[in-house]
């Protein structure tokens, strides 16, 4: 069993930067691939970012490329998503997502893949 604790959404201006936190417990953080989703109301979940063991492999959907990064310490068991240049469009609720998973990028876009959630955090950008 693995827990995970979201933190560090808030409402922010456009072209603003926020950095979530997903803080781990329970079982080994570093076996699990870990992934970064989110949910507008009224849409489905949407893949956001994924991280391998190591986080040496990273992956990012399209929309958020070179704005958000994505990142992990082994040693403090958390991950982090660094949101830069932020746009009304990325509101929504920010889910961190682990997986005993190889770092296969097809099948870690999809939300049924992964093991475990946290709760989510609420990011809102304003216009």
């Known amino acids: 069993q693995v827990q995970l604790v979201e933190s560090g959404g808030g409402l922010v201006q456009a072209g603003g930067s926020l950095r979530l936190s997903c803080a781990a417990s329970?079982?080994?953080?570093?076996?699990?691939?870990m992934g970064w989703f989110r949910q507008a109301p009224g849409k489905e979940r949407e893949f956001v970012a994924a991280?391998?063991?190591?986080?040496?492999?990273?992956y990012y959907v399209d929309s958020v490329k070179g704005r958000f990064t994505i990142s992990r310490d082994n040693a403090k068991n958390t991950m982090y998503l660094q949101m830069n240049t932020l746009k009304p469009e990325d509101t929504a609720v920010y889910y961190c997502a682990a997986a005993r998973r190889p770092f296969n990028i097809a099948i870690l876009m999809l939300p049924y893949e992964y093991d475990y959630w946290g709760q989510g955090t609420q990011v809102t950008v304003s216009s």
């Open positions: 329970g079982r080994t953080f570093a076996n699990y691939v």
């Open positions: 991280i391998s063991w190591s986080g040496g492999s990273t």
